[in-house]
Nanobody, 115 residues
Framework: QVQLVESGGGLVQPGGSLSLSCQASGSDINTKTMAWFRQAPGKQREFVARIRNEGNTYYRYYSPSVKGRFSISSDTQNGVYLQMNSLQVDDTAVYYC???????WGQGTQVTVSP
């Protein structure tokens, strides 16, 4: 019943930007920690960013590899987003939305950073 659907991936040049979206259904994410992971070919899936909301206070945490370049956010309509700036070739991966510490994952959206 729980579904996470990502969108917004695509092809971008180094230094460019992309914004990813994740729409959740079947689960109220208001009290959940939401996360983005990514997986490049031949590599393990790795953590990118997560966000939790306690009251009206948002707590964000980023992988050192994206800190200062990516920004995670959420809204009141069960959406979670990842704004990616200053993209690098090494950011190329399939990006997945995840409910933190669960096995609920989206289908992934491809991000390709290429000259």
């Amino acid at each position: 019943q729980v579904q996470l659907v990502e969108s917004g991936g695509g092809l971008v040049q180094p230094g460019g930007s992309l914004s990813l979206s994740c729409q959740a259904s079947g689960s109220d994410i208001n009290t959940k920690t939401m996360a983005w992971f990514r997986q490049a070919p031949g590599k393990q899936r790795e953590f990118v960013a997560r966000i939790r909301n306690e009251g009206n206070t948002y707590y964000r945490y980023y992988s050192p590899s994206v800190k200062g370049r990516f920004s995670i956010s959420s809204d009141t309509q069960n959406g979670v987003y990842l704004q990616m700036n200053s993209l690098q070739v090494d950011d190329t991966a399939v990006y997945y939305c995840n409910i933190w510490d669960t096995t609920y994952w989206g289908q992934g959206t491809q991000v390709t950073v290429s000259p």
